[in-house]
């Protein structure tokens, strides 16, 4: 049972829960994972993570078990008491409707989510996703909760719940979020504290996906270290752990407020991005003019910048956060068609009525000074002399760079940027490389989780 609503704060677009309403006196904001131990052994380890997720649905009743994770016998260690779940309860139609919700979420990793028991030799991790938090004897406002190992690495073969009965029968996407949150936790990740990523607390989000930006941790209120780094890139992290699954992010769609005349006008429309925008760019010509780096708002205005007459192919394109790009295009003419090249600014040059750049030729490494002295569009300064780049995900096991580059943390275009290796400050280290905690914290860690959970509320 959800605490009422009277109780909500609002802050901005965000509507989140205090974390004093499920967790009194405890001193700090708590969480719904239980810490818990890497594996024992590095081979152990090696073995990695499961690429199987099973979404149990408990029917005719689980029993659970505590004790040593065992998903095929419905064994796990953070729960303190052997109960029964009951059986989800929304019915077939909805039960469909949260495994497709859930493999969507999922579609981009390596990961099968299956809904039957998965064979005795099949390593997996399950999610329970049944009955209500007092089953189990967690609190009322427990929406969910999983183990985190305490050096971020993925389990296998443990168990994450769901309970179901928490969340209102006509919002699946609320138990769906869920247990995709769940899942994540027995992945290695932690809380963001990034409204659009379904690891994190807040609600009232809108659209949620693993977001390939870097984002601080955090709960509710304040932003705080990620477990085993400063920040967390939710979709680099999946990525490092499962593997791709090769399917491809859609990116959204742009529109245009009205078909725009030329001279003195403006450009407005809205983009519909279902994951998180990199940026909103005006290209005319095959010049990029304008550019909107990420806000959080989807509505864009570009003014019409000073171009030579002729016809205009404009596109009004929109960049999500893995580089997936929706465009809207229209062809204006402005004035007439250019004849000649004497018309356009140099160094325009007509081509089939249209005033034409040259093509930006900057290879990668190349002294910039702007953008269009790249012909990725991308002068990025990292240390001192601007260089033309490209944009990347800092922490890709599999580099997007090309030998001699390291992906370096950049805000603008998030999240990373190409920069030659030999001239990082640091001698080569990429400043997104991981901060752990020394060892003996973690371990310490480990221990408060296993002899005090620190709680189970997931929002
Ligand atoms: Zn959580």
């Known amino acids: ?42 081979s152990r380890r090696a073995a990695g993570v499961a690429h199987v997720l099973y979404l149990n649905r408990c029917a005719g009743g689980c029993e659970v078990q505590s004790g040593d994770n065992d998903p095929h016998q419905n064994r796990s260690s953070i729960i303190r008491k052997p109960a029964v779940l009951p059986a989800f309860s929304f019915g077939d139609a909805a039960w469909t409707s949260l495994v497709q919700c859930v493999r969507h979420a999922y579609a981009l990793y390596d990961l099968s989510i299956v809904t039957e028991p998965p ?80 690891m ?46 090769g399917v491809l992010a859609l990116a959204g769609t742009v529109s245009l ?27 005319i010509n095959g010049f990029r003019w304008g550019r909107l780096p990420h806000t959080a708002l989807s509505d864009f205005l570009f003014t019409a910048p000073p171009v030579s007459n002729g016809i205009l192919d404009i596109e009004v394109r929109s960049v999500n956060d893995l580089g997936a790009a929706a465009a809207h295009k229209l062809t204006l003419t402005k004035g007439a068609p250019c004849q000649t090249s ?19 030729t900057g290879p990668l490494g190349a002294v910039c000074t702007e953008p269009q002295d790249c012909a990725s569009w991308e002068c990025f300064d ?16 599999r580099s997007e760079c090309p030998a001699g580059y390291t992906c370096v943390s950049s805000k603008d275009p998030a999240p990373g ?7 990082l400050p640091s001698g080569g280290c990429s400043s997104a490389a991981p901060t752990s905690g020394p ?20 929002r």
């Open 1 to 42: 049972m959800r605490a009422p609503l009277a109780t909500l704060v609002t802050l901005g677009l965000a509507t989140v829960w205090p974390a004093a309403l499920a967790f009194a006196g405890a001193g700090q904001e708590a969480v719904d994972y239980v810490l818990v131990p890497p594996a024992a052994t590095p």
């Open 119 to 198: 064979p005795a030799n099949v390593d997996h991790v399950a999610v329970l996703v049944a009955g209500r938090p007092t089953d189990l004897g967690f609190g009322l406002g427990t929406l969910g909760v999983a183990p985190l190992s305490v050096d971020c690495s993925p389990q296998r073969n443990v168990l994450a719940f769901a309970f179901a009965d928490s969340h209102p029968a006509e919002n699946l996407n609320e138990l769906c979020s869920t247990v995709v949150h769940e899942a994540g936790h027995t992945f290695g990740l932690d809380h963001a504290l990034q409204c659009r990523d379904p």
């Open 342 to 360: 004497a018309t356009c600014r140099d160094p325009e040059v007509c081509q089939e009525g249209r005033c034409m750049y040259p093509a930006p």
């Open 382 to 397: 990292y240390s001192g002399a601007p260089r033309c780049s490209m944009v990347c995900s800092p922490g890709l096991e």
């Open 200 to 245: 994190t607390y807040l609600t009232a989000c809108g659209g949620q996906a693993f977001l390939n930006i870097e984002s601080r941790c955090g709960e509710f209120r304040k932003d705080r270290h990620c477990r085993c780094s400063d920040v967390q890139n939710s979709h680099v992290k999946l990525t490092n752990e499962l593997g791709p699954s």
């Open 417 to 423: 940027m190409c920069w030659p290796t030999e001239e």
């Open 439 to 458: 060892a003996w914290l973690l371990v310490l860690l480990g221990l408060l989780g296993l002899l005090a959970p620190l709680g189970s509320r997931r």
């Open 257 to 283: 407020a009205d078909t725009p005349t030329w001279d003195g006008s403006v450009l407005t429309g809205q983009v519909d991005e279902p994951r998180w925008i990199r940026s909103i760019e005006l290209w």
